[in-house]
């Protein structure tokens, strides 16, 4: 079992940045990959983007490419969202996920382990 919690979220004006966290506890192995995906109100789950931990590739779905970072810090066992330059359709809930499966990473059901969320409102 894999437990995953995420922080981080909250208020932010558009233009603003957040930094999101996510701590894994529990079978965590290096060949995981761990992912973010959003939902807003009457959406279906989105893919933000993901990271291989045990070699830092990243992956990175169109509304996060150039505005969004993923990292990690395998000794913290920590995934980290960096969204910057935020607009308010970027408003969601942002769940994180884990999974071994390195394939079709964009998808939810690829993963096996979700965090609870946490709510990102960008408004101003």
């Known amino acids: 079992q894999v437990q995953l919690v995420e922080s981080g979220g909250g208020l932010v004006q558009p233009g603003g940045s957040l930094r999101l966290s996510c701590a894994a506890s529990g079978r965590t192995f290096r060949s995981t990959y761990m992912g973010w995906f959003r939902q807003a109100p009457g959406k279906e789950r989105e893919f933000v983007a993901a990271i291989y931990l045990s070699s830092g590739s990243t992956y990175y779905g169109n509304s996060a490419r150039g505005r969004s970072t993923i990292s990690r810090d395998n000794v913290k066992n920590t995934v980290y969202l960096q969204m910057d330059s935020l607009k308010v359709e970027d408003t969601a809930v942002y769940y994180c996920?884990?999974?071994?499966?390195?394939?079709?990473?964009?998808?939810?059901?690829?993963?096996?382990?979700w965090g609870q969320g946490t709510q990102v409102t960008v408004s101003s």
């Open positions: 996920a884990a999974t071994t499966r390195g394939d079709r990473l964009w998808l939810s059901d690829t993963y096996d382990y």
